[in-house]
């Protein structure tokens, strides 16, 4: 980031919604722009030194025109109202997918209108019909764990004439939630720890007498649901598999072989992905952290949560 674009996002309010007025949309000539000024100011100069009336006509017919230009190329963007739909967490080593909604509600359609993160220069165009909206999709890399802002973003339009560049300028308040890159080829599951003596197996109470499952809890993998129970009972239950290898299973950074953060929390991240596709309870032991024993979505976006904020 240059110095300028630094001194320009720090004079920008971060909001995840953007309405443009004459406050914050900016107009300059575009390179066609200067020379077509060049090529006006010629025009005025031959058409002085040879009293050429047919020349005075070109030349401020072609200026009306391109201030005509200016003034519909302005109103393209002015008015339009722009909103950033909050982002899915992603890993590390992936793209962001940034959705932005445009609403236009004027009576005619808004044209050529384009987006880009600033200075990436790669660019997504549209056209926004008369009282409606359209939307876009720009993506960026996320590079390292953690909490991550969306890049300034940046909106233009050369329409009709192209000599003219109108643009604007957006800090978006949201941020992306980049969880650690899952280590590629992570050995197996760490085994699991003997359960304390007399320890209930959890979800015990609401399995009644069948042995081996427990209640069905949201997220459960279908392949962990006894369907023939459900049929004749008429309820709904899932395996069991902490029951079944009567243990419990957890993921400690202590486990993974190495002193390196990073590396712990790849190695942890790839485990919870394997427990969860398995379909076994397992909990997180991180320094100063410690989340139970569960499974289903819930958990395992706690699990990644912890160890992305870690």
Not at 109 to 132: C, E, K, N, Y
Not at 186 to 195: I, N, Q, S, V, W
Not at 203 to 225: C, F, N, T, W
Request: aromatic content about 8%; some cysteine; overall charge positive.
């Amino acid at each position: 980031m240059n110095p300028f674009q630094h001194w320009l996002e720090s004079r920008l309010r971060p909001s995840d919604n953007l309405t443009l007025t004459q406050r914050n949309v900016y107009i300059l000539p575009t390179g066609p722009g200067f020379m077509l000024g060049a090529t006006l100011l010629l025009l005025l100069l031959t058409s002085i030194n040879y009293q050429l009336n047919l020349g005075y006509l070109l030349t401020f017919l072609l200026a009306g025109s391109a201030v005509v230009g200016m003034h519909v190329g302005h109103g393209t963007l002015r008015g339009l109202s722009l909103s950033l739909l909050p982002p899915e967490p992603q890993f590390a080593g992936s793209n962001a997918l940034i959705v932005v909604s445009l609403q236009s509600r004027r009576r005619s359609v808004r044209h050529g209108i384009g987006l880009a993160f600033m200075g990436s220069g790669h660019w997504v165009w549209t056209d926004v019909p008369a009282l409606g909206n359209a939307t876009l999709h720009l993506s960026f890399a996320l590079k390292q764990r953690g909490l991550q802002r969306v890049p300034t973003i940046t909106a233009e339009t050369r329409f009709p004439l192209g000599t003219f560049r109108v643009w604007t300028v957006w800090r978006a308040a949201t941020q992306v939630l980049v969880y650690p890159q899952p280590e590629p080829g992570a050995p197996p599951l760490p085994a699991g720890e003997p359960r304390a003596e007399g320890a209930a197996t959890p979800h015990a109470a609401s399995r009644g007498d069948y042995d081996g499952v427990r209640a069905y809890r949201r997220g459960d993998p279908l392949k962990l649901i006894v369907w023939k129970k459900m049929a004749k009972a008429d309820e709904l239950v899932s395996r069991d598999t902490q029951q079944l290898q009567h243990s419990e299973l957890w993921l400690d950074a202590r486990q993974c072989g190495t002193t390196d953060l990073e590396r712990q929390l790849s190695r942890l991240c790839a485990w919870v992905l394997q427990a969860e596709q398995q379909g076994l309870d397992y909990g997180l032991r991180l320094p100063g952290l410690e989340i139970k024993p569960a499974s289903g979505a819930s958990q395992k976006r706690r699990c990644l949560e912890a160890l992305a904020l870690c």
